[in-house]
């Protein structure tokens, strides 16, 4: 989730997101870290948006703050767009990193993710701000994989965990340190059709508003 900002002296539209990291995996350098990966990610296409007989080049600012104590009725009653509240952790039942829902802004990460590409986090904020997954999960032939095609999709042999693997075998789909952001991710945004008040702030995505418990094996 986050909070949209048009500057018009600076000629950009400006994504405003904080994370407030926590669970007994989460640190300070972790929680920079997650920032940083998700800046950088989503940053890459320096993008263009024309709105309202402007030009103006859209940018995310990420903030990370490792925040141990958290307070759950911080994450129940926020009611400010651009704060986004994450559980890290080893154990994930499920064994994978996930948002609460379609635009949101909490969810739960498992550490190893994190740890084997900075995708990760990159792909879980795109579904913060509103994005799904795409119906076509066999890109073979479309090249680089958009962030927001999730593992096990089939892509062309030099983006697979393995490039000699058969498509969709063992090794044999997307190795998500190759999918990267896309203008189709940009677009996909629909930033064009933000509601913007007479400050020209807008909220991008959803309060799911939910503090996680430790996940605990059975």
């Not at 677009?187 to 605990?216: C, I, P, R």
């Amino acid at each position: 989730m986050g909070e949209a900002e048009l500057n018009r002296s600076s000629s950009e539209l400006i994504i405003h997101s904080v994370f407030y990291f926590y669970g007994e995996a989460a640190s300070p350098e972790l929680s920079i870290k997650i920032a940083d990966d998700i800046s950088q990610c989503w940053n890459e296409p320096q993008a263009i948006i024309h709105l309202k007989h402007q030009d103006y080049r859209i940018r995310f600012q990420i903030e990370g703050i490792y925040a141990p104590d958290l307070d759950p009725e911080k994450v129940w009653y926020n009611d400010q767009p651009r704060l986004n509240y994450f559980r890290v952790e080893e154990y994930i039942t499920g064994n994978i990193s996930f948002v609460d829902q379609i635009g949101c802004n909490t969810g739960y990460f498992k550490l190893a993710n994190l740890l084997q590409t900075p995708t990760t986090a990159a792909h879980e904020y795109g579904h913060t701000l509103g994005l799904v997954h795409p119906k076509n999960l066999d890109i073979r032939g479309g090249g680089i994989p958009c962030i927001m095609h999730p593992r096990g999709t089939i892509v062309d042999p030099p983006f697979q965990y393995s490039p000699t693997a058969l498509p969709g075998q063992d090794g044999g789909t997307l190795d998500p340190k190759y999918r990267k952001v896309l203008p189709v991710d940009i677009e996909a945004l629909k930033l064009h059709k933000l509601d913007f008040n007479q400050q020209g702030m807008a909220t991008v995505g959803e309060f799911s508003s939910m503090y996680h418990e430790k996940h605990v094996p059975e």
